[in-house]
């Protein structure tokens, strides 16, 4: 299965999805990275891994449409059959949405529905829960619609919200949950063992 990843940072996601097919895990293979931005860190791994990368941001671009049609025809040329979001942090085409629907999917790291929305990444989603007082956080892996982070859940797997913890303590904790369930939903994918029926979503 060719996998594009998409990525606006430093690509830890990326990075991990690379040692899951290194180590024979994940029987796949990442065709193409693509970012928004010129100096993500995304791209090093990318070039350190022979992977094409390309930089496609909206601002090179006259109007919406002609950006979807060259992310579109990007992912043609290198055969991406499924898309994985990995930190990529602008909201996908609606043409693309429909052309990939139910072949892009994401990783939160919080439990969707909660913390999620538009302005909701990173550093922000930590601090939300911690300000709500919430006991448990965790990660989703979800579909991508054409809404933010209210794709059909795949998988999710939650951690303790600590007393003292912090938004950088907390992030560390549920990042080693992204890893782990990005990768178990990439795998039912690529073996087909994902079902998906309007918006119930279950792996085999």
């Known amino acids: 299965m060719n996998i594009g990843v998409f990525a606006s940072g430093r690509g830890s996601n990326f990075q991990a999805i690379l040692n899951a097919i290194q180590q024979g ?15 993500a860190g995304a791209f090093e791994i ?6 094409p990368a390309v930089h496609l941001s909206q601002k090179l671009f006259s109007d919406e449409a ?16 499924l898309i994985a979001l990995a930190g990529y942090l ?20 919080a439990l969707l529905p909660s913390f999620g929305g538009q302005g909701m990444y990173g550093h922000h989603v ?41 938004p950088e ?7 080693k949950v992204e890893h782990e369930i990005y990768l178990l939903a990439l795998k039912a994918f690529a073996e087909n063992r994902l079902t998906i029926q309007g918006r119930s979503v279950w792996i085999r």
């Open 126 to 166: 930590h601090e939300a829960v911690l300000a709500s007082g919430a006991k448990l956080s965790g990660a989703t892996v979800h579909l991508v619609d054409e809404e933010y982070d209210r794709g059909p859940i795949v998988l999710q797997k939650t951690v303790p919200v600590e007393e003292h913890d912090t």
């Open 46 to 51: 990318a070039r350190s891994h022979a992977i």
């Open 90 to 109: 602008k909201k996908i085409p609606t043409i693309v949405v429909r052309e990939y629907r139910n072949r892009i999917l994401n990783i939160h790291p």
């Open 25 to 39: 895990l994940l029987p796949a293979r990442v065709t193409l990275l693509l970012s928004n931005k010129s100096d």
């Open 66 to 81: 002609s950006f979807a049609a060259a992310m579109l025809q990007t992912l043609w040329d290198h055969e991406v059959r």
């Open 169 to 175: 303590t907390l992030a560390a904790r549920v990042l």
